[in-house]
């Protein structure tokens, strides 16, 4: 299974980007999808989860009401559409995917994903 993450880059405070995450074909079709991210030295933290229908979303305190995940199943992709980025928010991002039906309690849990895309590098930063 591969996952491939991109559309990281650098922006100013305020700014926006959107990261993708394309997957192999029938992936997307049955796993959650998530985001999470790594700041230099820090652990890989959950920033968002959707569930295969796409109708169920799951975020992170730190990013809700600035950050906003989607799926298109038909492209195989993920997207990670991120407005009004702080500096902290600085961090590499990493697309996940799991087998499990998972819930808002369990969608923050790393070990619950099974694949991981390579993580893009996002720098917010004036």
């Known amino acids: 299974v591969q996952l491939q993450a991109s559309g990281g880059g650098l922006v100013q405070p305020g700014g926006s980007l959107r990261l993708s995450c394309v997957g192999r074909?029938?992936?997307?079709?049955?796993?959650?999808l998530a985001w999470f991210r790594q700041a230099p030295g820090k652990e890989r933290t959950f920033v968002a989860a959707?569930?295969?229908?796409?109708?169920?979303?799951f975020y992170a305190y730190s990013v809700k009401g600035r950050f906003t995940i989607s799926r298109d199943n038909a492209k195989n992709t993920v997207y990670l559409q991120m407005n009004s980025l702080k500096p902290e928010d600085t961090a590499v991002y990493y697309c996940?995917?799991?087998?499990?039906?998972?819930?808002?309690?369990?969608?923050?849990?790393?070990?619950?994903?099974?694949?991981w895309g390579q993580g893009t590098l996002v720098t917010v930063s004036s």
């Open positions: 996940a995917g799991s087998e499990r039906f998972l819930i808002a309690s369990t969608a923050v849990t790393p070990l619950l994903y099974d694949y």
């Open positions: 074909e029938f992936i997307l079709d049955y796993y959650t």
């Open positions: 959707i569930r295969r229908s796409g109708a169920s979303t």
